[in-house]
């Protein structure tokens, strides 16, 4: 499969038209609904592949954030070799109690796995959770950047954003 062909299927699965809420409160008149590739295990499969080469080098962990980037960080973490962390957005209250569950990030070189970024909110705000409990963060990787501010929100808190797919990749295979 063409890298063509791989933007193509992401964009006929995943992108909706609407009115939608996002997670930063705008009203968008399209969505990526990341499930529908999270959902599909050769199309992850095939992301996850894809995405590997842009992991940093010096990378020890990959952590996915909660709730689609643990699906993104499980396969990816398969290409890799890399253990992984699974992010949550608060700590739960109950058993471990932990935000982060999984492999350690106290000391080591962490980098954040997303699905889609917009705004880059969650992933400024699980960095710093992050950076709380030892952990080197300065990269995110995410399937789709929509090229929305988030890249740029996010290296004004010192995180280099890589992402596989942009918006303006979907556009042209729209």
């Known amino acids: 499969m063409t890298d063509s062909d791989l933007t193509q299927q992401v964009n006929s699965v995943a992108r909706l038209t609407g ?13 990526f609904d990341k499930y529908q590739f999270e ?7 095939k ?8 992991i940093p080098e010096g990378t020890e962990v990959l952590a996915g954030l909660e709730m689609g980037g643990i699906a993104v ?5 398969r290409h890799a070799g890399l253990p992984c962390a ?12 932990r935000l982060c569950e999984g492999a350690e990030v106290a000391g ?10 917009t705004s880059g909110g969650q992933v ?15 990269h ?5 950047d929509r090229q929305e501010g988030g890249a740029e929100a996010l290296a004004d808190h010192g995180i280099k954003l890589r992402a596989l797919l942009n918006r303006a990749d979907l556009d042209a295979a729209n």
């Open 19 to 31: 009115t939608f809420t996002l997670r930063s409160g705008r009203t968008a008149t399209e969505y």
């Open 39 to 45: 959902a599909d295990p050769v199309l992850l499969d």
């Open 47 to 54: 992301l996850a592949q894809r995405m590997a080469v842009l």
């Open 73 to 77: 960080v499980t396969a990816l973490g």
């Open 86 to 97: 699974f992010v949550r957005k608060q700590a739960k209250e109950y058993g471990t109690a």
């Open 108 to 117: 080591r070189r962490v980098l954040v796995v997303e699905d889609v970024v």
């Open 124 to 138: 400024v705000i699980s960095t710093g959770e992050l950076r709380k409990l030892g952990a080197h963060v300065d």
């Open 140 to 144: 995110a990787l995410c399937v789709i």
